[in-house]
């Protein structure tokens, strides 16, 4: 079963999405979510101009070998927007072996390993009322764990706060702005941890010890800092602490282990196992956070969570918009099939993107699931999705109070 037709397809249904299609001789067709927000164009452009002509004519059959031929072939390695393409072209080719066998691709990972996968959705608000309705909104939606993020004093908006929180409209943020030039945020830690451990106390104390809890520190924090959230926020017992220093320093995160308990989720922005190579074998973290679409995909990451599994490390997989539904029932194949599952990250789509994307995996009760569609289970729809041009959209910028640069 030979490729012979690579398409990149791109389209904007409310954002931007980079989706490879692979055709092989029989016409059995293949998805892959290559999306890289604020730098789509790039992706496409290694695949369209680097990687496609590579791919025709190879037998489809052969995930691993591909892999490692466009891996260790390109030379140059790593980095998003590599390990992005290497992704959409995995996951596309492990579309097309589970279509042929006639199988929802979690069956080829080894099977269902539970019932569903538990998923947490994104609260916010600016205030602890707004914040309040934005939670009690995300339970009557189903969701049973709920990520908080909330405005600091002082500030005029803080990344992962939506602008609405009203019931009826989106709950949901989305970082990227359709705009030539990146908008600018303010930032300033001190104030952050001032405020943060109050918010936690006040959810807990409205919402009970149940709900599992968590928050994303998006790389913002010195090692002492994250340190000190850390143990500030114990007695409110938190799910995960997600990125509290810029991670590519991944020696910092023993000084954060030391001082607190609160459990640490890490991972979003790499893309090789070797990014957490001290991480995992030193115990630093319990959760990987990596999306299959911006870690080479499926068997890549089929390894990474086999090798946490060695030190009790779970899952927490990368689920934002910007994650693609082909990304996310990627994502969710691998859910449902791995023993060390522990948690899916989980936005929801607007109801134009899921018109272009027709998915088959289901939310009920709190659980995630695939479905049973052969496949990852998505359909994209060509004609439709050209009605949506590609628009220039970028990630904010933040800068601290006396206007330095700061991670956002
Ligand atoms: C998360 C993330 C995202 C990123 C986004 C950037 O935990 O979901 O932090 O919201 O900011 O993926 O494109
Ligand atoms: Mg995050």
Redesign the pocket.
């Given at each position: 079963m030979k490729i012979n037709q690579v398409d990149v397809l791109i389209t904007s249904p409310g954002r931007n999405f980079v989706t490879l299609k692979i055709t092989t001789d029989d016409g059995v067709v293949g998805y892959g979510d290559a999306t890289l927000?604020?730098r789509e164009l790039a992706v496409a452009s290694y695949l369209r101009d680097h990687v496609s002509a590579l791919l025709i004519g190879r037998d489809a059959h052969r995930i691993e070998d591909t892999w490692q031929y466009l891996y260790r072939g390109a030379y140059w390695r790593r980095g998003p927007v590599t390990m992005a393409a290497l992704a959409a072209v995995d996951v596309a080719l492990w579309d097309i072996k589970a279509k042929v066998a006639g199988l929802p691709l979690y069956q080829l990972l080894g099977g269902a390993s539970r019932r569903g996968a538990l998923a947490y959705g994104h609260a916010s608000g600016f205030d602890t009322e707004a914040l309040f309705d934005s939670i009690r909104a995300h339970l009557e939606l189903g969701y049973r764990a709920i990520r908080v993020q909330t405005g600091v004093p002082g500030l005029e908006s803080v990344?992962?706060v939506a602008a609405s929180t009203k019931i009826g409209e989106r709950y949901d943020y989305e970082?990227?702005r359709r705009a030539a030039l990146p908008t600018e945020e303010q930032w300033d830690t001190r104030s952050y941890l001032r405020h943060l451990p109050a918010v936690f106390e006040a959810v807990r104390n409205e919402f009970g010890p149940d709900l599992p809890l968590l928050h994303?520190g998006?790389h913002r924090m010195t090692p002492i800092q994250a340190a000190k959230l850390g143990k500030a926020l114990e007695p409110y017992d938190l799910f995960w602490l997600?990125?509290c220093t810029p991670a590519e320093n991944q020696e910092a995160l023993r000084l954060v282990r030391q001082h607190t308990t609160t459990p640490l989720a890490i991972g979003?922005i790499f893309n090789t196992v070797f990014d957490y190579q001290t991480l995992i074998t030193e115990q630093l973290i319990d959760y990987v956070r990596s999306a299959v679409t911006h870690t080479g995909g499926v068997s890549p990451m089929k390894k990474l969570f086999d090798f946490a599994a060695q030190y009790q490390i779970k899952s927490g997989v990368?689920?934002?918009t910007?994650i693609s539904p082909v990304g996310m029932a990627a994502a969710l194949h691998l859910d449902i099939a791995i023993h060390n599952f522990g948690i899916q990250?989980y936005?929801r789509q607007s109801p134009e993107t899921l018109e272009v994307f027709r998915t088959s995996y289901t939310f009920e009760d709190g659980l995630l699931h695939p479905g049973e569609t052969p496949g990852i289970g998505v359909e994209y729809d060509e004609d439709l999705a050209a009605k949506f041009p590609y628009e220039p959209a970028y990630?904010p910028v933040n800068r601290l109070l006396d206007g330095t640069v700061h991670d956002w």
């Open positions: 927000n604020g990344y992962g970082p990227a994303d998006h997600e990125d979003e990368h689920g934002p910007d990250e936005m990630l």
